[in-house]
């Protein structure tokens, strides 16, 4: 299995464009997270989904960001308009619904300008 | 959740055992120990978990006091490949996981 897959690997961007970071998931899990990670805040929890159903979204700051999973193997997460205070690496997990490990992507290096 | 304490962090020589500790008194029966870590600017890569008894597997050791109050893991032979930073996280089964600081562990050639 190739494992989570991030789309794209490094993104810079220039204040108020949107953004948009892709997720595949590993095939067969039914659990996908979204992380952000800065210096300052660690590693945070953005929001994650089971089953394609967003669960819980109270780690999304703001109304900027909006993230969907249309279908099991494929999410996104959208920032409009970005801030250079969304500045930060972005990552992916995926898990068997209900299971323990979260297995991670490679992450999305984001940079707005 | 309950919260962990973790120190800063830790030197290991290369090719000894790197013993991690955690501290989370306030764990509830039905909350696990999980280890995760973060290699520089990869995803994060579980480790191993266990809830009362001590685990192993291929990658480490997990000690869990009788009391469940801390935690140590271990790596029997730590290679500078294991220089990363190491999260402990209680957390009940299938629920979100909190990462903490973490412990940055420097394994010294």
């Known amino acids: 299995d190739a494992g989570v897959i991030q789309s794209p690997r490094h993104e810079v961007t220039e204040m108020g464009q949107e953004v948009t970071l892709r997720c595949k998931p590993i095939?067969?899990?039914?659990?996908l997270f979204w992380y952000r990670q800065t210096m300052m805040r660690g590693l945070e929890l953005l929001i994650y989904f089971n089953n394609n159903v967003p669960i819980d979204d109270s780690g999304m700051p703001e109304d900027r960001f909006s993230a969907k999973m249309p279908n099991a193997s494929f999410s996104t997460l959208k920032i409009q308009p970005s801030e250079p205070r969304d500045s930060a690496v972005y990552f992916c997990?995926?898990?068997?619904?209900?299971?323990?490990?979260?297995?991670f992507g490679p992450g999305t290096r984001l940079t707005v300008l | 959740d309950a919260k962990t304490t973790q120190p800063p962090s830790m030197d290991c020589a290369e090719g000894r055992a790197a013993n991690l500790p955690c501290n989370h008194s306030t764990i509830s029966g039905n909350e696990y120990v999980y280890w995760y870590r973060q290699i520089h600017s990869q995803g994060p890569q579980y480790i191993i978990h266990g809830l009362k008894n001590n685990e192993t597997n291929e990658m480490a050791s997990l000690i869990i006091t009788e009391d469940r109050k801390s935690s140590t893991l271990i790596l029997p032979h730590a290679t500078l490949r294991d220089t990363a930073v190491y999260y402990c996280?209680?957390?009940?089964?299938?629920?979100?996981?909190?990462f903490g600081k973490g412990t940055r562990l420097h394994i010294l050639p």
């Open positions: 997990a995926s898990s068997l619904f209900g299971a323990d490990t979260q297995y």
């Open positions: 996280i209680v957390r009940v089964r299938d629920d979100k996981i909190i």
């Open positions: 095939s067969g899990h039914n659990s």
